[in-house]
């Protein structure tokens, strides 16, 4: 059984911190690594994705990704309230799918 | 272009009724999903069709049916639905398999 694994928050930033999001991941041969922010009863929407090892960036959110670790993280500079919400890791897991994580909470305040 | 659309957004049903979930998208996408989201449990993979003409089961397909009508559109189908099927249900698209994942709306579903 391929793994994803978030630690579940809430986790609490106060307004222009940084926040940090964890995710590891079993199959050491996933190539394709997403972040998705859910809002509370809404859909998942993408927020980045990243293939290679090291940072990439996009406005306030950097991912990070170490593959030796099996390690994905995001960051989010300057939080704002509206970043306030559920953050899905997923990872490939075969050619056809992906696997979530089941999401830690982030709230901002 | 509207996406990833499903119908209905709401539904309630009794035990042992039966229903089918629509789901189209007009991104000219290969690969469509179906995913179930519960408190606790993240998402789960019910079916998939990797490309039109073909569907897999997931993690989590007892109870489930589907179809692959064409390349925009596919269904999810309960045929006798239980208290244990409550759930949101979402759809996806992606262009090629492990590519990014494009979410409908989702459905609520409550089974009394």
């Known amino acids: 059984q391929k793994e994803v694994e978030q630690n579940s928050g809430p986790l609490s930033v106060p307004e222009g911190a940084i926040a940090s999001l964890n995710c590891t991941y079993s199959?050491?041969?996933?190539?394709?690594f997403f972040w998705y922010r859910q809002y509370s009863g809404k859909s998942p929407e993408l927020i980045m994705f990243?293939?290679?090892?090291g940072d990439k960036e996009d406005g306030r959110f950097t991912a990070q990704l170490n593959k030796a670790s099996q390690y994905v993280s995001l960051l989010i500079r300057d939080s704002q309230p509206s970043d306030s919400a559920t953050y899905l890791c997923a990872v490939n897991s075969g050619y056809s799918t992906l696997t979530f994580g089941k999401g830690t909470m982030l709230l901002v305040s | 272009n509207a996406g990833v659309t499903q119908t209905p957004k709401f539904q309630v049903l009794k035990t042992g009724q039966s229903m089918t979930l629509q789901c189209a998208q007009d991104m000219n996408h290969n690969s469509m999903y179906w995913y179930r989201q519960d408190p606790g449990m993240g998402l789960r993979l019910i079916y998939y069709?990797?490309?039109?003409?073909?569907?897999d089961k997931g993690e989590v397909p007892n109870g489930y049916n589907v179809s692959r009508l064409n390349k925009r559109e596919f269904s999810l189908r309960l045929e006798s639905a239980a208290p244990s099927q409550t759930s949101v249900y979402f759809c996806?698209?992606?262009?090629?398999?492990?590519?990014?994942?494009?979410f409908g709306p989702g459905t609520r579903l409550t089974v009394l």
């Open positions: 069709s990797a490309s039109e003409g073909t569907t």
């Open positions: 996806a698209s992606s262009e090629a398999g492990a590519d990014t994942q494009y």
């Open positions: 990243i293939y290679s090892n």
């Open positions: 199959d050491r041969g996933s190539q394709s």
